[in-house]
């Protein structure tokens, strides 16, 4: 059985995308089990972010969010995307894969979905345009033995052997300007704003980084492999 890549990018009414459309150096990261859904949003304007975080707000079912004050926000969200006229809900009733995340910029839903079959692509398209949605399909491909690079790299395989300690240390320091460049915070001044030794929480983040780089070091290795032309076109745009 052969095995189809397929990307397309989907505009129609709904709520997420309206905002992208609204705030345009907004973007969006979604990722979802269908239960809740996990929202990565970078704002490169100053002046956006503040009203596009008080639009995102409105739509509800938040959960849980954390935020660097400037740029990035995270939000945790009850999950909406099986409603009748999302996107989602369309690839679920076929045939299909999809692969996270959904990316919304200036008004457009990016998506990733492997087929087994071309009749299922087939009655995707003609689904979404009975809708009345207006899409366009940016690449559709064979595989060519990249699929571990594109499926495999799991919050698992990443995240698993982090304990407590290590992931809040990590959270804090990105939270806090720790890796940014020029950097915002030392190790000393954060250890001081959680009121830890400052051994201690290096020793809590050192780890963590030690542990995420040996997570990644075989992704590297085989997204290594392959040639200029195929990293570009295993990204989404």
């Avoid at 995340?101 to 008004?107: F, S, T």
């Avoid at 979404?128 to 033995?145: A, C, H």
């Avoid at 992931?167 to 950097?183: E, V």
Wanted: glycine share 4%; with cysteine; hydrophobic share 40%.
């Amino acid at each position: 059985m052969t095995l189809f890549e397929v990307v397309f990018k989907v505009t129609h009414d709904c709520p997420f995308g309206n905002i992208s459309r609204r705030f345009p150096s907004l973007k969006m990261f979604l990722w979802c089990n269908r239960e809740h859904e996990v929202i990565e949003v970078i704002v490169e304007k100053q002046e956006e972010y503040t009203a596009a975080m008080e639009e995102i707000s409105k739509i509800g079912g938040i959960i849980e969010e954390s935020s660097d004050r400037h740029k990035v926000h995270l939000i945790t969200k009850r999950c909406f995307c099986t409603m009748e006229n999302s996107v989602g809900k369309n690839i679920d009733a076929l045939n299909l894969l999809h692969v996270s995340p959904v990316i919304y910029e200036k008004g457009w839903e990016y998506y990733r979905v492997i087929a087994f079959r071309h009749e299922d692509v087939n009655r995707l398209l003609q689904r979404l345009e009975d809708k009345g949605f207006v899409f366009e399909i940016l690449r559709k491909v064979p595989f060519d033995g990249f699929i571990a690079s594109s499926l495999t790299l799991t919050a698992d395989a990443l995240f698993s052997d982090l304990t407590e300690k290590q992931m809040d240390a990590l959270l804090t320091a990105y939270r806090l300007g720790y890796y940014r460049l020029p950097r915002k915070a030392d190790v000393k001044t954060i250890s001081n704003k959680k009121r830890v030794p400052r051994t201690t929480f290096q020793e809590h983040l050192k780890k963590a980084e030690n542990k995420l780089i040996a997570s990644l070091v075989p992704y590297i290795q085989l997204f290594k492999q392959a040639s200029p032309e195929k990293r570009k076109s295993l990204k989404i745009k």
